[in-house]
């Protein structure tokens, strides 16, 4: 098991108390899997993908539960270690690279610099496997890309960007967090292809985090749907989606039609 | 909108500052002087130590081009006749028995090139006897121009040392306590204020009273750049920390998060490149402080000593009114600090139109 959360809880501290954010949630991440992690707004699905990487906003804090990664326990890691998993072996994608790179630096040197962190490649390895990512994400021409500022860029290519920065170090974990919900419908088709062609060809495991229905219906092995930070289903994709047996469920699969 | 509009909104900053001809003239004056700081060995007919007493404060020489007949010659100057007058006071008259042609690139008092390169051409100057004082000399009968442009070496460097120090102090203490916020920002502007509280000339003396008397001139150099930075950087460092602040609240911190960086990495990579053009101006705008700052501690005799010259040290020299009245050529280096310091203001002024968005100036309105 690559991934494994134990009855998580994750409170809130405001004025009138502790709130619940996340309650005791609980679901697995198999290898080569593609696992959504499917709710409303303020479900608690960004919150909990943000705990695997260990890094919560602050006022957010972890009350009971465990996350493990490849049999450790993430929350008991020194921070060193943790820092060693972020970006090496987990990876994010953000919901809108816009913001997520960097707007002074070029694209290609905010994917190099990931690999300057966690591989020990030379300078011009590096270069090699920047073009090399650039192609994987299907983008044609990745010298003039990787020059480019952020701003530059179209959405979808950004967004292609942003997972090839994924990708960089061949983590074993990449999170997705609403991945297309800022494309518009012809590139999201395109970004959606795109991720099914990474996930045959290099058996990407993925964590979907979403609120897109048909984005789960299309990639997805796994479905948990959380709702007020509970889980209130969860099981294969075919199952869930065809069958659905909580009425939260239901209305959500309703919304699609 | 016209299209002429459109292309002045287009360029970027460094072309807009390209556009604004005072700010090039000012630039160009300063690489002028830099350039000239650098190469002082060659471009100074003398060694900055080279004394003669027998010219104390004697007037500027005047370079001829014309022989008594009024033809054209290479340039040459005339000896000078030293006189007493009836209240023993020294005075000096032109002899124009003695001529000196000027020579290019002539053999002068030997220097180290940068430090290691040994040399004794110098651009220009005159045989001796013959002593050329383009602007005069001091009271120890010094070449009062060798002694600028030497000075301008201690006086122009002293600047770009303290902005580097101080900035990277107050560029890193308001990236810190700007990112980690909480405690370590209220510790770390705390101390800041306690900086800022004192006076700074004040402060500037206690610290420079703490050096000892006993260092050399390369270190006393060096207790100055390190005492002008540790006063400079406060200030900075307040604002910096204001607009770190906001800065971590942008996705692309958590992204660098999410990269595996160290927080001092994701505040030296990714927050503190947010602050370049605010720091850009302000460097530009704090250098003149710093030459201020050394020439009123050397002027006042706390500085560079003696026989080193700095802009500061040389003009300590006009603080009497007799020197000022019978030697006035002995205020040009004060020229020169105006110079600089006039030069440093107006191109902040013109870098902080054309990079803050805030300061914009609409061209073509």
Redesign the interface.
């Known amino acids: 098991m690559l991934l494994e959360i134990q009855k998580l809880s994750i409170v809130a501290k405001t004025e009138q108390g502790e709130k619940p954010i996340v309650d005791r949630v609980s679901f697995q991440v198999q290898e080569r899997n593609i696992v959504a992690l499917v709710g409303g707004s303020g479900s608690g699905k960004t919150t909990t993908g943000l705990a695997v990487m260990r890094l919560l906003a602050p006022g957010l804090n972890i009350v009971s539960g465990s996350i493990y990664f490849n049999g450790k326990n993430i929350l008991t890691l020194p921070e060193q270690q943790v820092r060693d998993l972020r970006g090496g072996q987990i990876a994010m994608v953000f919901q809108e690279p816009l913001y997520a790179f960097n707007p002074v630096f070029r694209v290609g040197y905010q994917i190099d610099e990931v690999l300057r962190f966690h591989t020990s490649l030379t300078v011009l390895q590096r270069q090699r496997r920047v073009e090399e990512l650039l192609r994987q994400v299907e983008i044609k021409e990745p010298m003039r890309i990787a020059q480019s500022y952020p701003h530059q860029l179209s959405g979808g290519l950004r967004q292609r960007a942003m997972l090839a920065q994924a990708m960089a170090a061949n983590p074993q974990l990449i999170i997705a967090d609403e991945p297309t919900s800022n494309l518009d419908v012809t590139v999201q088709a395109r970004i959606l292809t795109l991720f099914k062609k990474l996930r045959d060809e290099f058996r990407l495991t993925l964590l979907l985090i979403t609120h897109d229905l048909g984005l789960v219906q299309y990639l997805s092995d796994h479905v948990v749907v959380l709702s007020g930070g509970k889980v209130v289903e969860q099981g294969p994709a075919s199952d869930v989606l065809q069958r659905p047996q909580e009425p939260y469920t239901q209305t959500l699969l309703e919304a699609l039609k | 909108m016209s299209k002429d509009q459109y292309s002045v909104q287009s360029q970027n900053g460094f072309q807009r500052f390209r556009k604004n001809g005072w700010a090039v003239f000012c630039l160009s004056v300063l690489v002028l002087l830099y350039g000239a700081a650098l190469l002082a060995d060659f471009i100074s007919p003398y060694s900055y130590q080279n004394e003669d007493r027998n010219y104390s404060y004697c007037p500027p020489t005047s370079i001829q081009f014309h022989d008594e007949q009024g033809r054209l010659r290479w340039p040459y100057i005339y000896g000078f006749k030293i006189y007493f007058d009836e209240y023993h006071k020294r005075g000096y008259e032109i002899n124009r028995e003695e001529k000196y042609p000027l020579k290019l690139f002539t053999r002068g008092d030997p220097y180290k090139f940068l430090g290691f390169l040994p040399g004794t051409i110098r651009l220009f100057g005159v045989e001796r006897p013959g002593r050329l004082l383009i602007w005069g000399a001091d009271s120890r009968g010094r070449d009062l121009f060798s002694r600028i442009v030497y000075g301008g070496r201690i006086s122009l460097s002293i600047g770009l040392f303290g902005v580097f120090i101080s900035f990277s102090i107050g560029l890193l203490v308001g990236g810190i306590a700007g990112y980690y916020g909480g405690r370590v920002d209220d510790i770390l502007m705390r101390i800041c204020e306690m900086i800022m509280m004192i006076p700074g000339f004040y402060l500037l003396l206690a610290l420079r009273a703490m050096v000892p008397a006993s260092f050399n001139s390369v270190q006393v150099y060096f207790s100055i750049v390190i005492i002008l930075s540790f006063i400079g950087w406060a200030g900075l460092a307040r604002i910096i920390r204001g607009m770190c602040l906001s800065i971590r609240e ?3 911190v ?9 927080d001092l990495k994701i505040i030296v ?2 927050v503190l ?2 602050t ?1 053009s605010y720091s850009i101006i302000a460097i530009m705008l704090s250098i003149p402080g710093y030459i201020l700052a050394e020439s009123a501690l050397s002027l006042i005799g706390l500085g560079i000593q003696d026989p080193y010259a700095s802009w500061g040290n040389l003009l300590s020299e006009a603080m009497g009114i007799i020197q000022i009245h019978f030697a006035p050529w002995i205020l040009l280096p004060g020229l020169f600090i105006f110079l600089t310091v006039m030069c440093f203001n107006v191109i902040g002024d013109a870098l902080r139109d054309c990079l803050d968005p805030r300061f914009r100036v609409e061209e073509n309105l």
């Open positions: 942008r996705e692309f958590l992204a660098a998060k999410v990269m595996g960086l160290s990579r990714h490149p947010h370049l």
